[in-house]
């Protein structure tokens, strides 16, 4: 189990006992704690299990049914090797993460700060989970590079 802020990522064999194991532990987890655990927001993403049998553990958990790939805290998240088109959503956010009027309030040393922590960091985040293509890290870099 991988707890990121309120997100919870849970990996388990798609074996009906399991399932129904994890459902006890949300049922006393919640019970425990007061919280609420909102099965309308969760999602099951089965890897290779045939859709009848996905179907019927997504039923016993309560919650919606999704497929690869998809988005888990920003990033692209797939059960095959990501497309080039999927890794070039990645610069999107970089693109347009200082604007330029921002850019213009600030000194020298101030934009330089701001770049190199907030526009830096977006790379490094994602290649923490993906293995990115040089071309593509030179391209979530280029933002940064061309303000200098």
């Given at each position: 189990?991988f707890?990121y802020?309120?997100d919870?990522?849970?990996l388990?064999?798609?074996?009906?006992?399991?399932?129904?194991?994890l459902?006890?532990?949300?049922?006393?987890?919640?019970?425990?704690?007061s919280?609420?655990?909102?099965?309308?927001?969760?999602?099951?993403v089965?890897?290779?299990?045939?859709?009848?049998?996905?179907?019927?553990?997504?039923?016993?958990?309560g919650?919606?049914m999704?497929?690869?790939?998809?988005t888990y805290?920003?990033?692209?998240l797939?059960?095959?090797?990501?497309?080039?088109?999927?890794?070039?959503?990645?610069?999107?956010?970089?693109?347009?993460?200082?604007?330029?009027?921002?850019?213009?309030?600030?000194?020298?040393?101030?934009?330089?700060?701001?770049?190199?922590?907030?526009?830096?960091?977006?790379?490094?985040?994602?290649?923490?989970?993906?293995?990115?293509?040089?071309?593509m890290v030179?391209?979530?870099?280029?933002?940064?590079?061309?303000?200098?």
């Amino acid at each position: 189990m991988f707890r990121y802020v309120d997100d919870t990522l849970i990996l388990l064999r798609t074996e009906e006992p399991q399932v129904h194991c994890l459902k006890h532990i949300l049922i006393a987890f919640a019970a425990a704690t007061s919280l609420v655990i909102n099965y309308s927001k969760s999602t099951f993403v089965p890897i290779h299990v045939d859709v009848v049998h996905a179907s019927s553990l997504a039923a016993i958990l309560g919650c919606s049914m999704e497929s690869f790939p998809q988005t888990y805290l920003g990033l692209p998240l797939s059960d095959a090797k990501l497309s080039a088109g999927v890794l070039d959503e990645l610069t999107i956010p970089i693109e347009r993460c200082i604007p330029d009027w921002r850019v213009h309030l600030l000194n020298h040393d101030g934009c330089l700060t701001l770049t190199n922590t907030v526009m830096l960091l977006k790379p490094v985040y994602a290649m923490v989970v993906i293995r990115l293509p040089k071309s593509m890290v030179e391209r979530m870099d280029k933002p940064r590079r061309v303000m200098f």
